[in-house]
């Protein structure tokens, strides 16, 4: 959380797409951005093996310093900045030439006179402006504004079930739609419990709980020198299915395992002694194949619920389930 000016806690407000996501406000432990104490500047960078075209044989560098804000009236960023300065003039490639770069707070650098365009980010936020640098006179110190923010996401099952950190992940999207109907991609994987800089806006987050259909969406607002804490509610369960010849007996090994919503459609497919994975909340049927016999039993998952389903051998069919391939 290092390097985001101190703000007071952020409460959370956010357009449920689906209705089993919950929002939770900030807690104390992540109701402000800090920055951190140190005073330490940047070296004074001279990046230039020749100078910009125009600025005139043997141009003296001139004193530059860069600094950034989180809000216009905020304080000026200490730690945490990546700043880069890019001349005006495309190259071969397209692209402007990075002439001087550097990382931290307040930035010191020495540019020739000429034109320039300065990019600082701030994580996934950022900002650019154009720089113009005097042959002569005093040179102003430069302020940029990144307007941004931040969200630090976590999600449980659901009331309060806390969910393992390794079974969760979130992908942050744009608000708005393309004219393809699908979202920009801003962020992907990312951990819960991590601090998410982005530029101030609305954006669309989506949570998945373990890899099968346990999936919850939110929109979520970024305000400029805020940080908000989210945790999204997950409608699902973890669920381990054991084939067994007696109730609380031994799961028995190299089965195949298919689960089936109630409409029919399978979600899962393994083969393991124990077949563990995170369902969203509803009806199940699970599919046991063992020395080329099928056996089945319906269940229910409740959100919040982890639970045990044990197929005892038993519950044979008499005939291949439907959307089963004995194969």
């Known amino acids: 959380m290092t390097g985001i000016s101190g703000v007071a806690r952020a409460t959370l407000t956010a357009a449920m797409i689906l209705g089993g996501a919950h929002v939770a406000p900030a807690q104390d432990a992540f109701k ?5 104490d140190s005073t330490v500047k940047m070296p ?3 990046a230039f093996t020749a100078p910009l075209a125009g600025a005139g044989a043997g141009a003296v560098a001139r004193d ?4 950034a804000r989180l809000t216009a009236d905020g304080k000026p960023m200490q730690d945490g900045l990546t700043w880069r300065v890019f001349g005006p003039i495309p190259g071969e490639d397209g692209k402007l030439p990075l002439m001087a770069s550097s990382e931290g707070g307040s930035a010191d650098f020495q540019l020739a006179p000429g034109d320039y365009f300065v990019n600082v980010a701030f994580g996934r936020a950022g900002t650019t402006k154009k720089l113009k640098i005097p042959a002569v006179g005093t040179v102003a110190k430069t302020v940029l504004v990144l307007d941004a923010g931040g969200f630090l996401l976590n999600a449980v099952s659901g009331q309060d079930v806390r969910i393992p ?8 999207y744009s608000a708005d739609t393309r004219e393809d109907g699908e979202r920009g991609l801003v962020m992907a994987d990312v951990k819960p419990n991590t ?3 982005l530029n101030a806006g609305t954006y669309h987050v989506v949570s998945e709980y373990g890899s099968v259909n346990a999936v919850v ?3 979520i607002q970024v305000e400029a020198g805020k940080l908000t804490e989210a945790t999204l509610q997950h409608r699902a369960a973890q669920i381990t299915l054991k084939l067994v010849s007696d109730k609380g007996g031994e799961a028995i090994a190299d089965t195949a395992w298919s689960v089936l919503t109630a409409a029919g459609d399978v979600v899962s497919e393994s083969v393991s002694a124990f077949s563990t994975m995170v369902l969203s909340e509803g009806e199940y049927s699970a599919v046991a194949r063992n020395k080329n016999k099928i056996y089945q039993r319906d269940f229910t998952v409740t959100a919040g619920r ?3 389903v044990e197929v005892l051998m038993k519950d044979q069919q008499p005939e291949d389930v439907s959307g089963i391939s004995l194969d």
């Open 44 to 46: 004074k960078l001279n």
């Open 165 to 172: 950190p390794s079974q969760l992940s979130f992908s942050v």
């Open 64 to 67: 530059v310093v860069l600094e």
């Open 217 to 219: 969406r939110a929109d």
């Open 306 to 308: 982890n639970a045990d």
């Open 195 to 197: 601090v998410v800089r």
């Open 32 to 36: 402000e951005f800090r920055q951190l």
